[in-house]
């Protein structure tokens, strides 16, 4: 017996870029059937972007559509309406992503999918949430960042780098997908108890903001005593009403920074990220790691209020002990008296760390065609693990690789499938013929 979660589902993909494919791409890992709709000729934008080579799919279309299938198909036209509503008579979850009305354009909003199947669950994916100003708004990564509470408060305070400042990781776009994979597992657990599909909305927007909780928490605060103990503006810099950009702090309570080390400036990445904890226990094994013992008897740093007072005298005389040691040398010797610590790791060094290809974390993907220009490719796997199920990660499918199986369970007959073809319902038309 399969023990794959998700076995049996089928989900009809109408995901384009990141954000809907991310969710699609776990939901296939986890054992999905995954058709994605893709429109002739063109397929997911992300196909032709940032390709290493013109002449095959590029990382980005690669690591987010493997395990899937494709259906090239041209919603807009009478038979691919006719398609689309075949296949999802029969589908468990339907997702898109299309800008704002462009699917209740194409006639498949969700009142028209519930009535063609009551089982089905829907799930839209766009910039915000429908009560926003912003709700007409097409929606890119940085749209998420700017307006959801991350660039406001990531970065430097003063200097020449202030400045609202985007994270790398994709909290507008792969984490959009995680969330909307959470609602739709909910909905499928809800169709088990009342056999009806539901309507699942995610917004970019809500899912950057649902991160920026703790920015909010300090919000809060701020608004009732003026101040945050935890920010390196604490206590000789004037805060604002609003929550200010905070560098390298740890978030929390306790007291963290990135230092740099002794490889720095040839190495932009020998950093060290280093936690002073609260509690007196975790403060005396953190000066007996680093040899501050001096520190335990001397009052403005023995106690946790008092070091927040005089955080930059900390990170000055930690920042020392980091500046003449390697990241890996602090993390070593810091580590080994339980001082939360860890090296700043650069995207090669994690890429070629062996411990991680351990069937999930980093994956190894084989794939065939295209004259060999792949070949095989590295990515980020099921993030998480389930007791029994070994996910397995297959290739991605071609633009329209598997319009006729699929277009031949749906009892499309040869005929007709060379009819669509010809038409430009699943093909593109000759360059001239509309
Ligand atoms: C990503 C985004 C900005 C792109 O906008 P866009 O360039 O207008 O592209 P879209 O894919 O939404 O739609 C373009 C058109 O193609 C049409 N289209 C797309 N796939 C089609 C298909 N298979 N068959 C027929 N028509 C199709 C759409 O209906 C739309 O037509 P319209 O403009 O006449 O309404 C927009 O889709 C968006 O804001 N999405 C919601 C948020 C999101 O997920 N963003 C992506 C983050 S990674």
Not at 38 to 63: A, H, I, M, V, W
Not at 207 to 216: E, G, H, M, Q, V
Not at 225 to 250: A, M, S
Not at 399 to 404: I, K, T, V, W
Request: proline content about 7%; charged content about 20%.
């Amino acid at each position: 017996m399969s023990t794959a979660p998700l076995q049996g589902i089928k989900v009809v993909d109408f995901t384009n870029v990141q954000s809907g494919p991310s969710c699609t791409q776990l939901l296939a890992w986890l054992g999905a059937e995954v058709i994605k709709i893709e429109e002739p000729g063109r397929g997911d934008p992300t196909r032709k972007e940032l390709q290493f080579n013109p002449d095959c799919p590029s990382y980005y279309f690669l690591q987010l559509n493997s395990d899937k299938k494709s259906l090239s198909l041209d919603a807009a036209r009478p038979d691919g309406k006719e398609i689309l509503t075949r296949l999802l008579k029969n589908a468990d979850i339907f997702i898109e992503n299309l800008h704002p009305g462009a699917m209740d354009k194409l006639g498949f909003s969700w009142d028209v999918v519930h009535k063609l199947n009551p089982r089905c669950i829907y799930g839209s994916i766009k910039g915000f949430p429908v009560s926003s100003k912003y709700a007409h708004l097409k929606a890119y990564e940085p749209i998420a960042q700017v307006t959801g509470g991350a660039a406001t408060t990531t970065g430097w305070w003063s200097g020449e780098h202030d400045g609202p400042t985007q994270s790398g990781a994709a909290l507008g776009d792969s984490n959009t997908g995680m969330h909307m994979c959470i609602g739709l597992l909910a909905a499928l657990a809800l169709r088990d108890r009342t056999g009806e599909g539901t309507f699942v909305y995610q917004s970019m927007h809500n899912a950057c903001l649902n991160l920026c909780r703790i920015k909010t928490r300090d919000q809060l605060t701020l608004d009732k005593i003026g101040y945050l103990t935890q920010y390196p503006q604490y206590p000789n810099e004037k805060f604002p009403d609003y929550v200010p950009r905070d560098g390298n702090i740890e978030g929390g309570g306790v007291l963290g920074w990135c230092y740099p080390c002794k490889g720095y400036p040839e190495d932009p990445n020998d950093f060290v990220y280093v936690i002073l904890q609260r509690d007196h226990k975790s403060f005396e094994l953190f000066c007996k790691g680093i040899g501050f013992e001096d520190w335990l008897e001397n009052p403005d740093f023995n106690t946790a209020d008092a070091r927040d007072r005089h955080k930059q005298e900390i990170y000055r005389r930690v920042g020392e002990y980091c500046r003449t040691r390697s990241k890996f040398e602090v993390t070593g010797q810091l580590s080994q008296f339980g001082v939360p610590v860890a090296p700043v790791l650069n995207t090669r060094e994690i890429l070629t760390d062996e411990t991680l290809y351990d069937g999930n974390t980093l994956v190894k993907i084989n794939q065939p065609g295209y004259n060999d220009l792949v070949g095989e490719f590295v990515t980020v796997g099921v993030p998480f693990t389930i007791s029994g199920y070994q996910p397995t990660y297959g290739p991605c499918p071609t633009l329209g690789g598997n319009n006729e199986e699929v277009l031949t369970s749906l009892g499309f007959t040869k005929q007709q499938q060379e009819e669509f073809a010809k038409n430009g319902t699943t093909h593109p038309l000759p360059d001239g013929k509309m």
